[in-house]
Structures are given as structure tokens and as C-alpha cells.
């Protein structure tokens, strides 16, 4: 049983960029999903598929380099996790290298990232930073 599937799906990504990989396979979720839609909102990733498979469905993130072959995420860590969990006020949201990296929130309207939330108005558990 695994006890953390978000910190499993960012060691996945951090793994996969550091032999730069094209893409990279996970166990699927809404959770999940709606991190992929997140970072692919704000230009991290190409794109994602849920793609059906035996036994379970799989989440495949299509990666994103640089034209020079750098890759585009640089640092993804988990900020909230089971045993500590992180929850921000919308004035209070964090900013990730003043403002060049993101920070996702596990928001009532969805997984956003911080500029995202800031505009709706609304905080919420901040699950990762993105550099």
C-alpha cells in the first residue's frame, strides 16, 4: 500500500527528467490528472494520457525539453504531505522563485497553481513546488 501517490508521482517526474526521458508512465488517479492538467497549463509538460492498460490505467506525461536539450523542470518537490499537511490563506500562498516557478494548490474549485488561485481568490493544501 503506498501512502503518499502525489511524493510517487513527483519522484517519478524528478526520475525521468534526470536520464531525460520523453515521457514517463504513473498509476492514474483524479489527483493525479489534475496535478498533469496543472503543470500543463503552465507550460511544464507537453501534454498527458490516460491510457488503459492491465491491470489499471496509466497516467502518461509527455515531458517537456528545452531546444537545447535542458529540460524544463528543474526542481518538483512535494510541500504537503500525509504526516504534515500545508494549507494556505490566498494572501498567505507561497511564491516560488519570485514568480519564475509555480506552487500547486489542492483547491475547492480544483488543482490550481498559485497564479491561478490568486485570481479566483482562494487558498487552499499547496501539494508541490515547480521550478
Given at each position: 500500500?503506498?501512502?503518499?501517490?502525489?511524493?510517487?508521482?513527483?519522484?517519478?517526474?524528478?526520475?525521468?527528467v534526470?536520464?531525460?526521458?520523453?515521457?514517463?508512465?504513473?498509476p492514474?488517479?483524479?489527483?493525479?490528472?489534475?496535478?498533469a492538467?496543472?503543470?500543463q497549463?503552465?507550460?511544464?509538460?507537453?501534454?498527458?494520457?490516460?491510457?488503459?492498460?492491465?491491470?489499471?490505467?496509466?497516467?502518461?506525461?509527455?515531458l517537456k525539453?528545452?531546444p537545447?536539450?535542458?529540460?524544463?523542470?528543474?526542481?518538483i518537490?512535494?510541500i504537503s504531505?500525509?504526516?504534515?499537511r500545508?494549507?494556505?490563506?490566498?494572501?498567505?500562498?507561497?511564491?516560488?522563485?519570485?514568480g519564475?516557478?509555480?506552487?500547486?494548490?489542492?483547491?475547492?474549485?480544483?488543482?490550481?497553481?498559485n497564479?491561478?488561485?490568486?485570481?479566483?481568490?482562494?487558498g487552499?493544501?499547496?501539494?508541490?513546488?515547480?521550478?
Amino acid at each position: 500500500m503506498m501512502t503518499d501517490p502525489i511524493a510517487d508521482m513527483l519522484t517519478r517526474i524528478r526520475n525521468a527528467v534526470a536520464i531525460e526521458r520523453p515521457f514517463v508512465d504513473i498509476p492514474t488517479s483524479h489527483e493525479k490528472v489534475g496535478l498533469a492538467q496543472a503543470l500543463q497549463r503552465e507550460g511544464y509538460i507537453w501534454d498527458f494520457e490516460v491510457v488503459e492498460s492491465q491491470p489499471a490505467r496509466t497516467l502518461r506525461v509527455n515531458l517537456k525539453y528545452g531546444p537545447n536539450g535542458e529540460p524544463v523542470i528543474q526542481e518538483i518537490k512535494r510541500i504537503s504531505k500525509p504526516g504534515r499537511r500545508v494549507y494556505r490563506k490566498v494572501k498567505d500562498i507561497p511564491v516560488v522563485l519570485q514568480g519564475l516557478g509555480i506552487s500547486v494548490l489542492s483547491t475547492s474549485q480544483g488543482i490550481l497553481s498559485n497564479r491561478e488561485a490568486t485570481s479566483k481568490g482562494i487558498g487552499g493544501e499547496v501539494l508541490c513546488s515547480v521550478q
